[in-house]
Every structure is written in C-alpha cells, then in structure tokens.
Nanobody, 119 residues
C-alpha cells in the first residue's frame, strides 16, 4: 500500500502563488509516477500534471502549462506542485495520486487539499 498526504493549500489572490506538497509513505519503491488532479464543485475530477521516473518525464494539462511546475524530492519522498499566476478558475480541491510500477492507472489517492483563488 501507498499512503499520500497533501499539504500547502489555502486562499490566495489572483496572480499569486502556492506550493502544494505530497508526502509519500509505504511501498514507495514500487511507485514510478505521481500526479496531481483537481476537482471543482459540480465538475469532474481533471488531470493537472504528472511526473514519472526514472526519466522525470512530466506532463501538464493545457490549462496550467507555463504556470504550474511539478517536481519531486526523492530523498524526502515528496512531490511538489508549484503554482504561479493563479487564476480564479484554478479554485478546486487538489489531489495527489501515485501509480505503481507495471500498472497503467493512478491507483492511490490522498485526501486532497483545497486551493481557493479570489479575483
């Protein structure tokens, strides 16, 4: 099993920045990719970004390209999401997720952290 705990959410004005963190524990050696999804009220959960290793390949949704950056600290078993130039439409609950080696789906999820961007 893999446990994920997010932190770093909060309230910020449009144009501001936040950094989310996701601490991973458990079978961390079996994880080969992590990502962030978000869900706004009344909307479906949507993909934001992911990073896979060992090549540290990252993917981004078009809506966040150039504003958000995913990174990882392997020594701390932590993945970060740096969010710059935040917009009101970025308001959502952000979920960290992990994928196990030789699987294709993100199968482990954190509880989420709320990000609210005021205009």
């Amino acid at each position: 099993q893999v446990q994920l705990v997010e932190s770093g959410g909060g309230l910020v004005q449009a144009g501001g920045s936040l950094r989310l963190s996701c601490a991973v524990s458990g079978r961390t050696s079996s994880v080969d990719a992590m990502g962030w999804f978000r869900q706004a009220p009344g909307k479906e959960r949507e993909f934001v970004t992911s990073i896979s290793w060992p090549d540290n390949r990252s993917l981004y949704a078009d809506s966040v390209k150039g504003r958000f950056t995913i990174s990882r600290d392997n020594a701390r078993n932590t993945v970060y999401l740096q969010m710059n130039n935040l917009k009101p439409e970025d308001t959502a609950r952000y979920y960290c997720t992990a994928r196990l080696v030789i699987t294709t789906d993100f199968s482990f999820w954190g509880q989420g952290t709320q990000v609210t961007v005021s205009s």
